[in-house]
């Protein structure tokens, strides 16, 4: 133990010694632990840790490759005819990350929002914890656009009463019937880092390809 002591003793004056080296020193330190630590969130949320949905085992997450640019956001087109010829999978739902600016008062706010067809709520198992989700009348082109909050949003702007249900939420200045609410339990997309969405509208035609 003395040794030990003693060997620590001399790499902190050889470290004072020469501040170069020993900024360096801490420099790949903390690469090396940073790296760690990504790769361990990495694995642990694609590898280790189970979706956080009914019959997970079951379900595929897949996208476009392309030869040059990588992984792509695959087209509602293509969407689209890929769903019309399916013949392996027993239900196909899409969604995108948006973001869109609500303003019901003077001061505009940014949030975070996701555009998804009308089956993928149920197709993950959830539930509405207020109000309804999505369905296929609001999932065709031309419909009355509908949005669903999440529990953050409704009660920062609706102070959490039923009410909001049936109110209009405008979002990038466009009216959006709210018609549910999530309930703090669901998580989607279930391994992002940053905040989940706080408004969630119905994904259609017009909406891809606006």
Same mark, same amino acid.
């Given at each position: 133990?003395?040794?030990?002591?003693?060997?620590?003793?001399?790499?902190?004056?050889?470290?004072?010694?020469? $501040?170069?080296?020993? !900024?360096?020193?801490?420099?790949?330190? !903390?690469?090396?632990?940073? *790296? @760690?630590?990504?790769?361990?969130?990495? !694995?642990?949320?694609?590898?280790? =840790?189970? #979706?956080?949905?009914?019959?997970?085992?079951?379900?595929?997450?897949?996208?476009?490759?392309?030869?040059?640019?990588?992984?792509?956001?695959?087209?509602?087109? @293509?969407?689209?005819d890929w769903k019309k010829q399916n013949q392996?999978?027993?239900? +196909?739902? /899409?969604? =995108?990350?948006?973001? /869109?600016?609500?303003?019901?008062?003077?001061?505009?706010? =940014?949030?975070?929002? +996701? &555009?998804? @067809?009308?089956?993928?709520?149920? +197709?993950?198992?959830?539930?509405?914890?207020?109000?309804?989700?999505?369905?296929?009348?609001?999932?065709?082109?031309?419909?009355? &656009?509908?949005?669903?909050?999440? $529990?953050?949003?409704?009660?920062?702007?609706?102070?959490?009463?039923?009410?909001?249900?049936?109110?209009?939420?405008?979002?990038?200045?466009?009216?959006?019937?709210?018609?549910?609410? #999530?309930?703090?339990?669901?998580?989607?997309?279930?391994?992002? &880092?940053?905040? *989940?969405?706080?408004?969630?509208? !119905?994904?259609?035609?017009?909406? +891809?390809?606006?």
């Amino acid at each position: 133990m003395k040794a030990l002591f003693n060997d620590i003793k001399y790499g902190f004056r050889m470290l004072i010694k020469k $501040p170069g080296f020993a !900024v360096i020193a801490v420099l790949i330190l !903390v690469v090396g632990i940073g *790296a @760690n630590i990504t790769m361990f969130s990495f !694995v642990n949320a694609y590898l280790l =840790r189970p #979706l956080p949905y009914n019959d997970a085992e079951r379900l595929v997450d897949f996208t476009d490759v392309h030869a040059t640019f990588g992984r792509m956001s695959i087209s509602y087109s @293509n969407f689209l005819d890929w769903k019309k010829q399916n013949q392996t999978f027993e239900e +196909m739902a /899409c969604y =995108r990350s948006t973001r /869109c600016t609500v303003k019901e008062t003077d001061t505009p706010e =940014r949030l975070r929002g +996701m &555009q998804v @067809n009308a089956n993928l709520f149920p +197709m993950l198992g959830a539930r509405a914890a207020l109000g309804r989700l999505f369905n296929q009348a609001d999932d065709r082109a031309g419909a009355e &656009q509908t949005v669903i909050l999440s $529990p953050g949003l409704w009660q920062r702007r609706f102070g959490g009463t039923p009410d909001a249900i049936g109110k209009t939420l405008v979002l990038d200045n466009e009216p959006h019937i709210i018609v549910g609410v #999530l309930p703090p339990s669901f998580v989607f997309p279930p391994f992002r &880092q940053e905040p *989940a969405p706080a408004a969630v509208h !119905v994904l259609s035609d017009r909406s +891809m390809s606006a």
